[in-house]
């Protein structure tokens, strides 16, 4: 695996490994959050092992969704680290579990962003019903933008509006972090 040291060595790193994705976003999260308790106990990962737990979660068995998540109370106050991002995943598959039940993901204009439906009975969330990410691709993709900011394309000739910024140095991702990222790739656009 090539070293990941700067936003654009992370960002291309989770497009190829978004890209190989042959799972649903709901599974891949699924699958995200159970291996997730192998992390659990960590301050931080640095940016080549979250690449790695990524690519591992992508392989990984999805435990079962179970229906009563969508009840439980997930929101985050009083929460941090591990059990904040944990929540977030965990909402977010509920999400994603209630937009597939009710249709909502068939619909054409997903790229202008979806609404979870949240029915009667559904528990808080901290998470926002508007989803624009609905692919692992776009998901990893738009984590890395939300948490660390641009990138840069590597390749000549590059067709873009304006000159794209360095690749910055970026650092271990602490679980605040982690949860940064797992919203953005939700809602980052």
Not at 14 to 37: D, I, K, Q
């Amino acid at each position: 695996m090539q070293p990941v040291r700067t936003n654009s060595d992370l960002y291309l790193a989770m497009s190829r490994v978004g890209s190989a994705a042959r799972r649903p976003l709901a599974e891949f999260l699924r699958a995200w959050w159970s291996t997730g308790y192998d992390y659990a106990d960590s301050k931080a990962l640095e940016p080549l092992e979250l690449v790695g737990w990524v690519r591992d979660a992508l392989v990984a068995p999805a435990p079962p969704y179970e229906r009563y998540w969508a009840r439980e109370d997930l929101d985050l106050e009083a929460l941090d680290g591990f059990s904040a991002w944990s929540r977030v995943i965990r909402a977010q598959v509920c999400d994603l579990e209630e937009m597939a039940s009710a249709g909502v993901l068939r619909t054409q204009a997903s790229y202008l962003g979806l609404d979870a439906p949240r029915p009667p009975g559904a528990g808080r969330r901290p998470t926002p019903p508007r989803w624009f990410n609905l692919d692992v691709a776009s998901y990893l993709e738009s984590g890395v933008m939300a948490t660390v900011g641009g990138w840069r394309p590597e390749f000549e000739d590059a067709v873009v509006d304006v000159e794209p910024p360095e690749p910055l140095e970026i650092g271990a991702f602490d679980w605040s972090d982690l949860t940064r990222f797992a919203i953005g790739g939700q809602t980052h656009q």
